[in-house]
């Protein structure tokens, strides 16, 4: 039987068709699992690109605090700007690597005024994807993830940010194999549906806050099992 592969995954084992089979039943899994969370507009993408940067390396409820800390301290990004360096580190301490990330907040906010004269994404929403993904990424310090994540959640838009948590539970149940996470949203997006994107994501999040966690995954209370290599995997080690 001809076998139809992609760059990463070994022809052997991996059948493209099967992979985007398998991507669909593990999305359709968590939604039954999780629901099926409804997109909504959150923020401004300036809001939405700040608040991306500060969850780097930290947890959602210390990001948000930070980001609430912010607003309520400067309450506009031109003030955010304009403050010292030590005032924005101090502002948003509580998210961690406070000085790094009131760097690349500033640069970020310079470099929106330097390219458009004033502190507004709200052009984006029609530029296509990809020219929207290089845009953002032509930002100091904003990589794929960042980028991705404020199109997603900011305009609702079917591109696949892969965190931490989806990378983790992708290569476990073997939707992608191990590889640079860089590389790993271009063929993790290609493997759903682009209605399930949001969904898959949010749902991901949660799946591996809650259960596929990187130490000690709870496999025996995973929905994933049945579609899972790692589990499988680990199960036919068990018996030899
Ligand atoms: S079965 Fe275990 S390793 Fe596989 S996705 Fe579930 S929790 Fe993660």
């Known amino acids: 039987m001809e076998r139809r592969t992609q760059e990463g995954y070994s022809s052997t084992c991996y059948n493209i068709a099967d992979v985007v089979d398998k991507a669909q039943a593990v999305c359709r899994a968590l939604e039954q699992e999780y629901g099926r969370p409804r997109w909504q507009r959150r923020e401004s993408l300036i809001d939405e690109l700040i608040a991306t940067i500060l969850s780097q390396n930290t947890t959602a409820k210390q990001a948000d605090k930070a980001f609430r ?20 580190a101090e502002a948003i301490r509580v998210g961690g690597l406070a000085e790094q990330k009131a760097r690349s907040i500033k640069a970020v906010l310079d470099a929106i005024c330097a390219d458009q004269g004033r502190l507004d994404l709200e052009w984006l929403s029609t530029m296509p994807d990809e020219e929207a993904l290089k845009f953002l990424q032509s930002f100091p310090g904003v990589g794929r993830k960042t ?31 191990p590889q640079s996470v860089d590389r790993a949203h271009d063929v993790f997006q290609s493997l759903v549906p682009p209605e399930m994107i949001y969904s898959c994501h949010v749902n991901m999040v949660a799946h591996g806050r809650r259960v596929c966690k990187a130490r000690n995954p709870n496999c025996h209370k995973c929905v994933l099992r049945v579609y899972c290599d790692a589990y499988q995997k680990s199960q036919c080690e068990a018996v030899l």
């Open 69 to 88: 800390a912010l607003k309520e301290r400067f309450g506009d990004w031109g003030s955010v700007r304009d403050c010292p360096l030590d005032e924005l």
């Open 147 to 177: 980028a991705a994540c404020v199109l997603m959640f900011g305009l609702g838009r079917p591109v696949m940010p892969v965190d931490t948590h989806v990378y983790r539970i992708a290569v476990r149940v073997g939707l992608i194999p």
